[in-house]
């Protein structure tokens, strides 16, 4: 039995070790081609190519469907930049730094998501495979603040964060995220609270626009006729008191509720919509409208 038991103990681990060995030889030949998040970095490489851009839009995924980056060519002008809300405003905004350093001539930054999705906070798989693979690296620390790389590595764990080499085994194997997930949620203390990127780095998206003289406008993804309006409320609060409340003012103009009807899941827009009425939309929403048709 002892002797069995040593056998098993040695192919388990020499299993292992080659494991690890032949994911380190794929990993070496293919570390550039991303695993998750293509639409993350798709942007990072748009936002680092020059061109003549006197704009850009960043935003979810809704704004994705209205705005894609496979039809830039609808408007030389504007920049299509959007992504996904699992980014969250701290990913927008190291796009949006990225952006500014490589197109200096830029006049508008326009943020265009639902207003639940400018307040979500990180959510450790999506943030993680969203935000912290693609994102958080060492060419865009400096637009996290101390406090939040400090949050982040306490949640995810310093080397799930600074090690390319095992954020590309966790987005080649799934599995092992959720493993290491359920790990850290049994050893993770009561106290410990995800970071926030949300609020605060609207404000830095803000203030960066503000210092070199470009205008900064949040716009809201369409909405069904039937969503509730707390988070409205919620997103005019926060803004406020962050003292950043005059943007939630042209928010609230750029707001366009549907028949929900339109959506396939509440969220998304359909197709048939899209095909209908994308060119409208793209005309119309970066322009306000009567401020009445925020519904309170």
Sequence with gaps: MKKFLQKTILLFLAVLLLFGAGNALYYAVSKDSPLVAFEVYK?????????????????????????????????????????????????????????????????????????????????????????????????????????TQKDVENVYGRPFCRQDFVKWMLGRYPKLLEWYNHGLEKSRLPNSPMPDLAIPYIVKMQQLCASQNVEFVLLSSPLPEDTDTASLQSLQEKLESAGVGFLFDRFASSLVYLDPAQFIDGVHLTQSYLNDNRESLRQSLPNPHPPSVFRR
Excluded: W
């Design 43 to 147: 942007a990072l490489d748009i936002s680092a190519q020059p061109g003549g851009y006197t704009s850009v839009l960043l935003g979810d995924s809704v704004a994705r469907q209205l705005f894609h980056p496979d039809e830039q060519d609808q408007d030389p002008a504007l920049c299509y930049l959007a992504t996904t809300q699992a980014i969250l405003p701290a990913g927008n905004y190291i796009l949006l730094n990225n952006f500014l350093k490589n197109h200096p001539q830029t006049r508008t930054v326009y943020y265009m998501a639902r207003p639940d999705n400018l307040l979500a906070g990180a959510n450790f798989h999506y943030t993680y495979s969203y935000f912290i693979t693609p994102l958080y690296r060492e060419a865009f620390l400096d637009c996290l603040d101390m406090q």
